[in-house]
């Protein structure tokens, strides 16, 4: 295998470059980064991120934004021990109105952000999904899983978008010596996330808090297991400091219908809403449940922030933006 050179860290002050720095996950990850004393350069293109989730930034000195699609090439002045790819659409409304960008910053993206890890001879993180799962044959999902993915079906553009970049990641791993890491990331909430992203939570916490019904497709046994944010963070974090080259599912063990969470967001909110059932979507997944063996024994992780507290914070974020 030929070998990449690569940089040792600056352990005074390491760089990372994160890509989507301006999206729900990426702008917690640019926090985490800074508090934990790395200098970073965020790029985002706002096609689904936000300035206000980085304007808090403002005027510090460690921290540098650059607008750019990451589908194009992506060039630094500055050294970087760090790449961390999180640009990409990430819920089910963004992906189905943006298939061809999707498309596109899964495998081009992916591409542009290896290069510069290869040139600058910096460690590299995908951002990957549990939809490289698709409808799982087998549960809970454990990262030697291949699959149940339909390629031409609506959610397809997402699904094999994510399983092109690892497949892509792994590529450069072989051929280059590129050190890389993949995390696949299951059901995260938090602030931050879009009100109209129609990833279930925010759908949900935004019905409840108009005192709206609750949309639960078909009846509401398909299962979800949540994360909040500041718990992922903190995994992938550790996932890029070890040594770990393979597949790490990071989320939340603790499975529940996605009924039953409908009903514990009512009551969290204290909201009038009922229950309005809906059509199933297509290739839409009947459980998600993330084995995390691997966490727990290679990054010592497990989550800590129980359901009902993360979602206490969540709501406040909402209350303010409904």
């Known amino acids: 295998m030929p070998t990449a050179k690569k940089r040792t860290p600056n352990r005074a002050q390491p760089t990372s470059v994160v890509t989507g720095g301006a999206g ?3 702008s917690h990850l640019v926090d985490l980064l800074l508090a934990r004393a790395h200098r970073v350069v965020a790029i985002d293109n706002f096609v689904t991120g936000a300035v206000q989730n980085i304007d808090h930034l403002a005027g510090n000195p460690h921290f540098k934004f650059i607008q ?11 050294t970087v021990d760090y790449v961390w790819h999180f640009a990409s659409p990430a819920s089910p409304i963004d992906y189905l109105e943006l298939p061809i960008q999707t498309l596109k910053v899964g495998s081009l993206g992916t591409h542009k952000a290896l290069g510069l890890a290869k040139q600058k001879g910096a460690r590299f993180l995908l951002a990957s999904t549990s939809e490289i799962y698709g409808d799982p044959l087998v549960h809970p999902q454990t990262e030697d899983y291949w699959g149940n993915v339909n390629p031409i079906g609506p959610r397809g553009c997402y699904d094999e978008s994510k399983r092109f970049a690892e497949a892509m990641t792994m590529a450069y791993h072989r051929e280059h010596g590129i050190d890389t890491r993949i995390v696949r990331i299951f059901n995260t909430y938090g602030p931050r996330m879009r009100l109209n992203d129609g990833r279930v939570v925010p759908a949900f916490i935004s019905q409840a808090l108009r005192n709206k019904p609750l949309s639960v497709f078909g009846d509401g046994s398909q299962t979800r ?25 990071l989320g939340n063990p603790h499975e529940l219908s996605v009924l039953e969470f409908a009903r514990e967001i009512i009551r969290v909110t204290g909201s009038r809403s009922r229950i309005a059932f809906q059509p199933l979507p297509q290739d839409d997944p009947k459980q998600r449940r993330p084995d995390i063996t691997r966490a727990n024994n290679w990054l010592r992780w497990s989550p800590q922030v129980p359901l009902v507290d993360g979602l206490k914070q969540t709501v406040a974020f909402f209350r303010a933006k409904v």
Not at 228 to 247: F, Q, V
């Open 24 to 26: 729900f996950l990426g």
């Open 68 to 78: 750019l699609d990451v589908t194009e090439f992506i060039f630094l002045h500055e």
């Open 225 to 249: 297991s949540f994360c909040y944010c500041s718990d992922l963070i903190e995994g992938i974090y550790r996932l890029m400091l070890s040594h770990h080259a393979e597949p790490v599912n």
